[in-house]
Structures are given as C-alpha cells and as structure tokens.
C-alpha cells in the first residue's frame, strides 16, 4: 500500500524504514520545518488519491489539524502524536463529517499495548487486595516534548478503572501527603530513553512491579505501519485496542 507520513523527525525516519521494510511505498512525506531531502510536501493539502493512509507523528500543535485535512480527502490517519487529547470532541466532530477512519493511541509500540492487558489484568487482581498501594512512574529522552507522556496518561487511566480505591491522577510534584484515593504519576526526562513506564503495587511487606523498558523507537514504528494495514475500509474513531482485540482475540 501507499503510506504518507506526517512529521519527518526521528520517529519518522523509523516509520519509513519500517513501511519499506514491509513492502510498501512512501509516496507523501510532509513536514514543514524538514530540510531533509526526502521531504515532498509542507502541508498534507492536495495528497488525495496519492496515498492509502497517512500516518501523523508530527507534533501537538500540529496533529489535529493535519489529520483533520486528510480526513476531508477521505484518507484514514494513524494518529500517533501525544498531547492534542484535550481536542478529541473535535476529531469526533471531523469524523461525522468524513468517509475515513482514524485509529489513535498514545504508543504504537506492541510491546507496550500487550502491556497495557497485563496492567489492567493486574489491576483487576490487586483491586482486591487493598493493602497494596499503587504508583506510576516514566522516564524518556531529554527531547521528548510532553510530560507525562501519552502512555503513562493510559496506564493511569487503565489502573482507575480497575482500582476502585483510586478515583484520580496526581501529576504534580508532591509536598504534602498523597491522599488515599489518588494514584501518583511521576516523569522523569533525561538522556536518550526511548521510554519506561513502571507500575508499582507496594505494600508494607513486599512490592509487585510490572515494567515496560522499550529498547528502540523500532516497536512504535512496527505498531504504526500494523495500524495503517488494519485502518483503510474503516469508518469512525478507532483506538489501539480496538487493533488489538481484532489480532488477539479475532473481534
């Protein structure tokens, strides 16, 4: 298939390598601060009938409005950019008005996304066990631009939802006591890190940690170019785990 890329950075270039590496072609890459010479296009106006899907690793300014621009083209995004989820009412709103789809997720990784399923299903177990307290930390790259990051935001979420003794997400460096019903999620930014989230459940005897450690951007690259295999027919908004359970579980 034809895959157009959205966002030339370092995740692009990895997104490239791995849509070659499958068989597919790289017609449309845009980008409008690349100087890179692989770069076709400022703007993703004009690419209808160029490319199947496109896939947007941009940046958050920038995400929705380059998806929105090529869902009026009719063509399905792989929305994989961080820190637009404030703006999600208007991706739903682009979405009635358009005949493509659009799967997003805060991390691509497949890695990461079985980790997710081993997270709630550990949730689901420590939720009845209450002497265990939870916590959530992350770690990425000194260059990452969002904090905390798009998965540790879905860990947080997934342990809410499983955790009835928890009923929001702390962010914030703590000076006082942490209330019980809050679950901590801490960030730490530094090096070259591609990224690692950690679950804890900790009690006065013992700790259950849970750990997600990615060696490369290589996984959220094979997860994104799975994604715009999976999307192109589809209609609506799409998350991860929609994917997910269709490979798994056959739904």
């Not at 930390?137 to 009835?164: F, N, Q, V």
Request: glycine fraction near 10%; include cysteine.
């Amino acid at each position: 298939m034809r895959i157009g890329l959205s966002g030339y950075g370092r995740m692009g270039e990895q997104i490239r390598e791995e849509a070659l590496r499958r068989g597919h072609e790289v017609p449309v890459i845009i980008d409008p601060l690349s100087a890179d010479e692989k770069v076709t296009r400022r703007d993703p106006s004009g690419i209808s009938g160029l490319v199947d899907a496109v896939i947007e690793f941009s940046v958050p300014d920038a995400a929705l409005a380059n998806t929105k621009a090529c869902l009026e083209q009719g063509i399905p995004v792989v929305l994989g950019t961080t820190g637009w989820y404030d703006q999600m009412g208007e991706l739903e709103d682009a979405l009635k008005d358009s005949s493509a789809a659009c799967i997003w997720s805060g991390n691509f990784s497949l890695g990461v996304n079985l980790f997710f399923r081993i997270v709630r299903a550990a949730g689901r177990i420590m939720n009845r066990f209450d002497h265990y307290d939870c916590l959530l930390h992350e770690y990425h790259h000194r260059g990452k631009a969002d904090s905390p990051s798009g998965t540790a935001e879905m860990l947080g979420g997934i342990l809410l939802e499983e955790l009835d003794r928890k009923t929001s997400v702390n962010r914030e460096a703590l000076h006082r006591k942490i209330a019980d019903e809050e679950l901590h999620l801490s960030s730490s930014r530094g090096g070259s890190i591609p990224g690692t989230h950690r679950v804890m459940f900790d009690s006065e005897v013992d700790s259950v940690v849970l750990e997600h450690s990615a060696r490369s951007r290589a996984g959220f690259a094979q997860g994104a170019v799975l994604a715009a295999e999976w999307i192109p027919g589809k209609t609506g908004l799409f998350s991860i785990d929609d994917m997910m359970k269709n490979i798994i579980e056959g739904e």
